[in-house]
């Protein structure tokens, strides 16, 4: 699976030359670029097909109908607790890497990623944050247990604003 980080560099890259259509497949996974009237078209495809449409600044703006957003159930007895210091600098913060809409499961019929008291190692998978059609899975990044969910599912997050808080181990 590539990582968010590369597939922003990608994109750049391929936005910047001249070039109208990109292919890389690696390990399993697949990424396709197509630029056609302003517009990119992603295709990421390691088990299923996710595909983003990223907006270019264009003389003539191109409207595209956008496919129907995927709804996530809100768990409803799991509420994380507000009693933890979230300034507490022995705990590591997951931020986001993008703005987005933070879901904590992969579906809505799937179970939450992680729930707070759930070991996780720097590579688990806590939640997804989903950008343009574009459903980006956010690792742990450090090995502990968390402590803290600060956003709900379903919730609009900015760039960099915390998202889980792991006691390190």
Same mark, same amino acid.
């Given at each position: ?34 630029? !056609?009237?302003? $517009?990119? %078209?992603?295709?990421? @495809? =390691?088990?299923?097909?996710?595909? +983003?449409? #990223? ?40 931020? !986001?890497?993008? $703005?987005? %809409?933070?879901?904590? @499961? =992969?579906?809505?019929?799937?179970? +939450?990623? #992680? ?55």
């Amino acid at each position: 699976m590539f990582k968010v980080q590369e597939l922003r560099e990608i994109i750049k890259l391929v936005d910047a030359s001249s070039i109208e259509e990109f292919v890389y497949e690696n390990d399993g996974a697949k990424i396709k670029l197509k630029k !056609s009237n302003g $517009v990119v %078209t992603e295709v990421v @495809a =390691p088990k299923k097909e996710v595909v +983003a449409q #990223v907006a270019q600044p264009a003389s003539q703006p191109v409207v595209q109908p956008a496919p129907e957003p995927v709804k996530v159930a809100a768990p409803v007895a799991e509420e994380a607790p507000k009693t933890t210091n979230t300034s507490d600098e022995s705990l590591h913060k997951i931020t !986001s890497p993008m $703005v987005g %809409t933070f879901y904590q @499961a =992969p579906s809505p019929d799937s179970p +939450a990623y #992680v729930k707070v008291g759930d070991k996780v190692s720097d590579e688990s998978i806590v939640c997804i944050v989903e950008a343009m059609k574009l459903f980006n899975e956010i690792e742990a990044e450090v090995k502990g247990e968390i402590v803290e969910i600060l956003v709900k599912d379903g919730q609009l997050v900015e760039y960099g604003q915390p998202l889980f808080l792991v006691k390190p181990e």
